[in-house]
Every structure is written in structure tokens, then in C-alpha cells.
């Protein structure tokens, strides 16, 4: 407040610093009041250090403690790896399915060429004439047809008559046919 105000406010002229000092040492306690305050001052300046110091400790310590103890913080990291992992087993699963698949595709497609050979064979070895069936069972070997059985037709030796059929007879599904 100023000198101006104060005279407005009161009417009067403010206490001068002059006067109230040879007022306190009229009394002999200005020294003892200047060393109070001093005292004071440095009693202040030092708690206010001390609360500074206090605080900085405080926030470097607590920053991660305050983070990952918040209970949203914890609901959102516990969210993403619910997530996370979500992704990594789906993903997982999806291509075992996928390779589950294709290896049960192909087994059914070897079954299913299997099983025309069988017929195929079936079919050429119903004949009442053995050359006739030896004739069909090159044909099919020759052509292609019969690529499962045909490397032990081609390689058994030439039938006797003793013998008949031993490279026919070499396909379990000629057994069935009988």
C-alpha cells in the first residue's frame, strides 16, 4: 500500500520505518526482533528447501509407482494384453486350421486316386482271358493311370504259366475283386 492510499483510507500519514524503529529500540528489543526475524527467515528458507527436495524425490520416485498403481492404468495394460494375446492365439489356430486342412484335402485327394486305380484295375481284371488282363494291366501302366502300382507291374517278370497274374495279384484290391 502506498503512502497515497493510506492517507485516503485513514486520513492520516503512515507509520514512517524511522519512527517505528526508534520506537522498538526505545524499548531495547529492536535487536532481539531483528535477530528473530532473522532466524526466522532462514528457518523458512530452509523448510522451504527441505519441502523442494522433498517433493522432487517424491515425484521422480512415485511417477512409475503412481502410473502402475492407478487402477485404470492397470484395467488398460490388463486390456491389451488380454488383446495381445487374443491376436497371438487366433493367429496360431487359424494357420494350424489352415495346415490341419490341407493335409486332410490331400490325404482325401490320395484316397480318392487310390481308389480309381482300384477300380480301374478291378474293371481291366475281369476278364476270362489271362492275356487279355495282362494286355489291360500294361494299357494302364503304359498310359499312366496306374502310377501307385505300376512301378511293381512294370518290374515283376513275365507270369509263367505256373505263375499266373503274380504282378496283378501284387495289388490288394485285385484280392478284393475275387
Not at 135 to 143: P, T
Not at 154 to 175: E, G, K
Request: no cysteine; charged share 30%.
Amino acid at each position: 500500500m502506498d503512502d497515497h492510499t493510506f492517507e485516503r483510507a485513514t486520513g492520516a500519514l503512515p507509520p514512517q520505518p524511522e519512527a517505528v524503529e526508534e520506537a522498538s529500540e526505545a524499548k531495547g528489543q529492536l535487536p532481539l526482533e531483528r535477530e528473530r526475524l532473522r532466524l526466522e527467515r532462514q528457518k523458512h528458507a530452509l523448510e522451504v528447501r527441505l519441502k523442494r527436495r522433498e517433493l522432487a524425490e517424491k515425484k521422480r520416485s512415485s511417477i512409475w509407482k503412481d502410473f502402475l498403481g492407478n487402477p485404470l492404468t492397470i484395467a488398460i495394460v490388463g486390456g491389451f494384453l488380454t488383446l495381445l494375446t487374443t491376436i497371438l492365439t487366433n493367429f496360431y489356430n487359424s494357420r494350424e486350421n489352415r495346415e490341419a486342412e490341407a493335409a486332410r484335402a490331400e490325404i482325401t485327394r490320395e484316397n480318392a486316386r487310390e481308389t480309381l486305380e482300384a477300380d480301374l484295375i478291378k474293371r481291366f481284371v475281369d476278364s476270362p482271358s489271362r492275356d487279355t488282363v495282362r494286355e489291360n494291366l500294361r494299357f494302364l501302366v503304359d498310359a499312366g493311370l496306374l502310377p501307385t502300382y505300376g512301378t511293381s507291374i512294370t518290374h515283376t517278370s513275365q507270369p509263367t504259366l505256373t505263375q499266373p497274374l503274380v504282378w496283378a495279384a501284387a495289388s490288394p484290391f485285385h484280392r478284393a475283386a475275387r
